[in-house]
């Protein structure tokens, strides 16, 4: 089975802090995903990778960077961390080039508060 | 743009029932369309996709969808539904075309069986 892992369920922080949520996947695929979800507005993609060092910026990126310098890792990066950015992130993976045909697998979700 | 809409926040149904879950989207050529589900507590589930092909199309746990084109319409069917299926369920769409395109989620409709 597909694993993605992400390296907090709850993370707090404080305004102004820089936070750093994991996500790693064990399945070797190219294409890789940070969603942010909130009641009532369902999925929002942030940012995206399709490749190792390659992203491309989703619906919502600002506030947010990402790094992936290795295949099975892809990171979300909240420079500098505000009160609207307290939500439900969802890391997911899916295989091949082309990502819209293929299922993607996602992790369980860190719920980050920031006060 | 592409875009998707559930219409309904939330769907209650009687456990045994045949339940519906609603799904329209917006796209300027072909979808590819997805139905996802969200359990309490955990990460989402992919429950089936519409590629091409045949409009009826079987997923996970009994579930089922009809991609209708003249309607845009892809909605999510049961014969007969447990307690178990509740759960978050999220449509999703893509449109066919060269290069990567992103998909997009709608924003969710809350199954509730009641026993």
């Given at each position: ?16 802090e820089?936070?750093?949520?994991e996500?790693?996947?064990?399945m ?18 942030i ?30 990066i ?22 819209g ?15 | ?13 009687a ?29 989402l ?5 519409y ?5 009826l ?27 178990s ?31």
């Open positions: 089975d597909v694993k993605v892992t992400q390296s907090s369920r709850y993370l707090v922080k404080r305004t102004g820089k936070v750093f949520l996500c790693v996947q064990d070797d695929h190219e294409n890789m995903f940070w969603y942010r979800q909130d009641p009532g507005l369902g999925l929002r993609l940012y995206f990778s399709y490749d190792v060092k390659m992203k491309e910026k989703g619906d919502i990126p600002e506030g947010y960077s990402v790094s992936r310098e290795k295949k099975e890792r892809f990171s979300l909240l420079e500098s961390a505000s009160t609207n950015q307290t939500s439900m992130y969802l890391c997911a993976s899916s295989p091949s080039g082309l990502a045909t293929d299922t993607q697998y996602f992790g369980p979700g860190t719920r980050l508060t920031v006060l | 743009a592409q875009s998707v809409a559930q219409p309904e926040d939330q769907v209650n149904v456990e045994g029932n045949p339940l519906t879950v609603k799904c329209t989207y917006s796209v300027s050529g072909n979808p590819y369309l997805f139905w996802y589900v969200q359990y309490p507590n955990r990460g589930q992919f429950l089936l996709k590629i091409t092909g045949d409009n199309v079987k997923g996970s746990y009994g579930f089922e969808a009809e991609f209708n084109k003249s309607q845009t319409s892809f909605h999510l069917k049961k014969p007969s539904a447990l307690v299926d509740s759960a978050l369920y999220f449509c999703a769409v893509r449109e066919h075309s060269g290069g990567y395109q992103k998909v997009t989620f709608g924003t969710g409709t809350k199954l509730q069986v009641i026993p």
